[in-house]
């Protein structure tokens, strides 16, 4: 059975710093590129950050480039998402999520399936 943990949320005040972790079980987590996502209240879940499956190459959102870096832990079957600068408008259920491939060639990363996905972890930015 796959399962996916998230950790690490909070509640941050607006430019605080926020690393959430991932630990995934029952999937072969070293071969598989993964991602986060957030779902904000009433809205679609939006695509965060993405990695591929040895973390040589990373993807982000435009909206996140230079605040928030995305990294993984093979030996640790773990994905992790660092914050900084939060803003109010990413407060979120943030979710981990396991491709369906490895992210190569790298141009593949944007355009990954996700087939697994965890029960997410609240981040709160305050004003």
């Known amino acids: 059975q796959v399962q996916l943990v998230e950790s690490g949320g909070g509640l941050v005040q607006a430019g605080g710093s926020l690393r959430l972790s991932c630990t995934a079980s029952?999937?072969?987590?070293?071969?598989?590129?993964m991602g986060w996502f957030r779902q904000a209240p009433e809205k679609e879940r939006d695509f965060v950050a993405a990695?591929?499956?040895?973390?040589?190459?990373?993807y982000y959102a435009d909206s996140v480039k230079g605040r928030i870096t995305i990294s993984r832990d093979n030996a640790k079957n773990s994905v992790y998402l660092q914050m900084y600068s939060l803003k109010p408008e990413e407060t979120a259920i943030y979710y981990c999520?396991?491709?369906?491939?490895?992210?190569?060639?790298?141009?593949?990363?944007?355009?990954?399936?996700?087939?697994?996905w965890g029960q997410g972890t609240q981040v709160n930015v305050s004003t």
């Open positions: 990695i591929n499956w040895i973390g040589g190459t990373t």
């Open positions: 999520e396991a491709a369906e491939g490895t992210g190569f060639p790298h141009s593949r990363i944007p355009t990954l399936a996700y087939v697994h």
């Open positions: 029952g999937l072969n987590f070293g071969g598989r590129a």
